[in-house]
């Protein structure tokens, strides 16, 4: 008796036909898998797009840019900061971080504390609790402190708009 599972009389079949049928099977779905990608495709895209920002950001996105904030930041409180603060502002204008604007409240021209407190105010709300009690407070210095009467009015109108 020949059993129709009888390996002789069987079709022999070949690993490329075996597949084939495997992915018309109904189930099986037809999405191909999900492959992560490599470490070094996921490399190249940070490397890519650190570069692509560097571009769009033009001179702010350059060496020269952190070394002159980190200037800025060494020479705050001392001497030699309304230097290195007026070079910065002529060679690339205010800056756009909040801790470094910050730092500009100090320097000693009258016209561009006063642009960057409208600075710190449009970013004001969005601020940490204790940044915004550290602006209130220079503010309020500046305003007690200041011999410039455009100064003082500003940082008053400031503190109002608060």
């Known amino acids: ?34 492959h992560s990608k490599g470490r070094s495709s996921q490399w190249a895209m940070k490397h890519y797009r650190k570069e692509a920002e560097k571009l769009f950001a033009g001179k702010k996105g350059t060496e020269e840019y952190k070394r002159a904030i980190n200037e800025i930041q060494k020479y705050h409180g001392t001497a030699k900061f309304n230097g290195v603060a007026k070079k910065f502002v002529g060679d690339y204008g205010l800056p756009d971080s909040w801790d470094t604007l910050f730092l500009f409240l100090d320097y000693k021209d009258s016209d561009t504390v006063i642009e960057v407190m409208a600075k710190l105010n449009s970013e004001y709300r969005e601020r940490s609790l204790h940044e915004m009690l550290g602006f209130k407070a220079k503010l309020e210095i500046i305003a007690m402190m200041t011999t410039k009467k455009e100064l003082r009015a500003a940082a008053q109108r400031t503190l109002k708009n608060l």
């Open 1 to 34: 008796m020949v059993t129709p599972y009888d390996d002789e009389e069987r079709e022999k079949l070949s690993w490329r036909e075996i597949d084939r049928r495997k992915d018309q099977s109904k189930h099986v779905s037809g999405e191909k898998p999900f």
